[in-house]
């Protein structure tokens, strides 16, 4: 709940008018304060703040109003601050509207300057290691108040009483004492006081919270919790009697047709259980087609699809003790923790065979691909091995860069950038009546060559070992310029040993199939596959209903080929460019020789990459270049 109320806050507070400046302050001052505070404390990862850089735009963590004259946000979570929290400093970006310092290590004291900028409206300073008191000068403009998971003692101050914006407040796990303050607070959604050394009566105006708000507080007593000693117990214990004897009688005047009621009842309720579980059985059966489920499962699928906003469910198998191992590889510059990405609004973009891939926009905004893995069987020690490879080898244009991961026993993560939402396959089969323009040939060959680029990378950039595994269209991400990024690679083989879904075989080489080990030579395979649908149009993949799609691509190209139809195969969108036919029968012998049977006539990456180079590179030209070793195209196309 606390996460909506927060997000329909932070959503808000973008249309609210901004304070007029103050005292002449103004960007160059609010950033020298923060290159005050930067250098006050030693910092684990390097936060990006320089001198000579916009403090708007190039800064990390800060974000500034629309006239670009103030800083009205500073989000620095998990960043590894670690030491005082500095005062006097902070207190100077007097237009600062929310701060968010949360799972650092800050220790000392909450300064009072930070706490009474006029103009906060959030302040987030969880899971510190923060102490003393808290400040009695709180701003009266303040919505929402996280210090939780730190070490504050002393009351909870009064001035709480006073401020009628606050819609949530969290202080659990501090050593707060002393009495709960009677909030009159119209506006509070959200209440944690749990896990203090809090003691006295919980206030009436506080009894709407649920028993959760006031765990672990020895000396807290009444409602919602155990009644306070020497009190009389609230009325539901003096009532009974009469209750009781009415209740009675209408029981013995009616028992019967209660009893039948309740019979008839609950064979209705078995009745509806057993057809929903027919349902759903029905619609996990279908949710095993890939394309189906990326095209049409958008918005909140996650939660069975209700319709309201709840957590992802990636976040289920999350221990709450482990919620901030979240691994970054270095060199990343994100700005959030597990606990960010439990909390923010995730999509479903598609699943497939080794689980489901969710868009996550998070809180400040950042987007990032989470991909929930099924199935793993690889141990810690493996997982994280493979990790660190996939990492290294994402250092290369062509592919999607793996930024975090997380595993658990019950639940393992990955973190990607979000490129954009386009795949391969989405725009060769995407909705043609959607006004979408088809692929012309030139970015045709450029994302074939983008993408046998970088698979070659892949294959020789680990010690020569490093396999795919899953080359597919759905795989291959396209960037707003139409080049190639290659995704979900190397994880075949964490994964237990897959059975091919039908529909999914399209991909695969023919020993793949049967020893089911995928090796370099069997992504050759499923490359030359993407390589034919480029050329046909048609997807490789079984789809009743749909009449673009061939179950065993490379089997129908060489019947077509055999028949000597060889330009009937190509789509019909590239038949409308007659010129580019050479080019596309020196594409097709490409891809008929990497779908080879055996996989010892297949090519290695790195050919295929130089052979399309050359297609490049005569197609550039004014002259079509016929080398010698052109042979007849017939000859080529192998028929086996
Ligand atoms: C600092 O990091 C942010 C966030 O990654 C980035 O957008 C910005 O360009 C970086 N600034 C500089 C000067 O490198
Ligand atoms: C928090 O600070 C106390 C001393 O103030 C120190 O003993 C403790 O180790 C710190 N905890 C963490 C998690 O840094
Ligand atoms: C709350 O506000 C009232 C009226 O503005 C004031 O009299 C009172 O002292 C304030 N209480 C605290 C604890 O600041
Ligand atoms: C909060 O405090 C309770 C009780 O001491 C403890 O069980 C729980 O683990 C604490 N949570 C965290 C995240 O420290
Ligand atoms: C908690 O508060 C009680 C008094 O309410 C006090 O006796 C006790 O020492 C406190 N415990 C801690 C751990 O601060
Ligand atoms: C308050 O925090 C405690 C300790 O982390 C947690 O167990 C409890 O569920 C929280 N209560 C609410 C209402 O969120």
Redesign the pocket.
Known sequence: MQHLLLIAFLSASLFLPYPPCVRGADLNSDKQALLAFASSLPRARKINWTLTTQVCTSWVGVTCTPDGKRVRMLRLPAVGLFGPMPSNILGKLDALEVLSLRSNRLTVSLPPDVASIPSLHSLYLQRNNLSGIIPTSLSSNLAYLDLS?NSFVGEIPLKVQNMTELTGLSL??NSLSGPIPDLHLPKLRYLNLS?NNLSGPIPASLQKFPASSFL?NAFVCGFPLEPCPGTTPSPSPNAPPSQESNLEKFWRKHHKIIIIAILAGGAAILLILIIILVICICKRKRDGEPRAASSSSKGKGVAGGRGEKSKPEYSSGVQ?AERNKLVFFEGCSYNFDLEDLLRASAEVLGKGSYGTTYKAVLEDGTTVVVKRLKEVVAGKKEFEQQMEIIDRLGQHQGVVPLRAFYYSKDEKLLVYDYVTPGSLSAALHGNKSAGRAPLDWETRVKISLGAARAIAHLHTGAGGKFIHGNIKSNNIILSRELNACVSDFGLAQLMATPHFHPRLVGYRAPEVLEAKKPTQKSDVYSFGVLLLEMLTGKAPLRSPGRDDSIEHLPRWVQSVVREEWTSEVFDVDLQRHPNTEDEMVQLLQVAMACVAVHPDQRPRMEQVVRRIEEIRSSGSGTTTRTSPEDKPREEHIQIT
């Open positions: 998971y659990q796990n896990y672990g709450e």
